[in-house]
């Protein structure tokens, strides 16, 4: 039963350019959480998704960030026209039945935009 | 939305030594998990605790949610121990989220 996984597990960036990271769930779980790391800090809250529904996404920002989990396929974290303060560590976490159940991240994107 | 504290921010041991994590929060909790970020930045489950006592090998964990705090603690520690450990309590009003603490950077030297 593989874990959650995402990938690329590096991607770089150029500033402007757009990013896409991706997010499997482990099998079975319907609830994906995104989470923002930046160095030497915790984990920030973003984006809580279940299938093909936005649930909460109070941690966004406002622009440039567009978060989906369609019916089919993967979570998809997308940042447009990246600038340099997007460079983080992105973590996706999923769960069988919402928070109040144990939540298991994946291994993490790292985003470098220069 | 929940406040979270976690002591000591810095922590450095030898091998072999025994220690004592805490986490405070400020509200009412419905679920509550413990990892261990390694140096590599894998954050790896460590307790789903929300409240009780729990105990796997070395670690155990107790979280007394009446009085708004969780404590990991870690015996014999070994280098292999050395990371970052976060607490995370999910927010017992919405539900919809784990809220990271700052996190406690423990250092074991052999």
């Known amino acids: 039963n593989a874990g959650v996984m995402q990938n690329p597990r590096h991607l770089v960036r150029r500033r402007g350019q757009e990013a896409r990271l991706r997010c499997s769930p482990m099998k079975g779980h319907s609830h994906v959480y995104w989470y923002r790391q930046l160095p030497e800090e915790g984990l920030k809250f973003m984006v809580y998704?279940?299938?093909?529904?936005?649930?909460?996404e109070s941690g966004m920002p406002k622009e440039r960030f567009s978060a989906e989990f369609p019916k089919e396929g993967p979570s998809i974290l997308r940042i447009q026209q990246v600038v340099r303060g997007d460079s983080a560590a992105y973590f996706c976490?999923?769960?069988?039945?919402?928070?109040?159940?144990?939540?298991?991240f994946g291994q993490g994107t790292r985003l470098t935009v220069v | 939305g929940i406040q979270v504290e976690q002591s000591p921010p810095d922590l450095i041991l030898q091998e072999g030594a025994n220690s004592t994590l805490r986490c405070n929060f400020s509200?009412?909790?419905?679920?509550l998990q413990w990892f261990h970020q390694n140096p590599w930045g894998q954050l790896i489950n460590l307790f789903y605790i929300p409240s009780g006592t729990k105990q796997n090998g070395r670690l155990s964990a107790t979280t007394v949610a009446t009085e708004r705090y969780s404590l990991l603690y870690i015996s014999s520690s070994q280098t292999t121990d050395s990371g970052v450990y976060f607490c995370a309590p999910g927010d017992g009003t919405s539900g919809s989220r784990l809220t990271f603490g700052e996190g406690t950077q423990l250092t074991v030297n052999p």
């Open positions: 998704l279940q299938k093909e529904n936005i649930i909460d």
């Open positions: 976490a999923s769960s069988l039945r919402g928070m109040n159940t144990e939540a298991f």
């Open positions: 509200d009412s909790v419905n679920n």
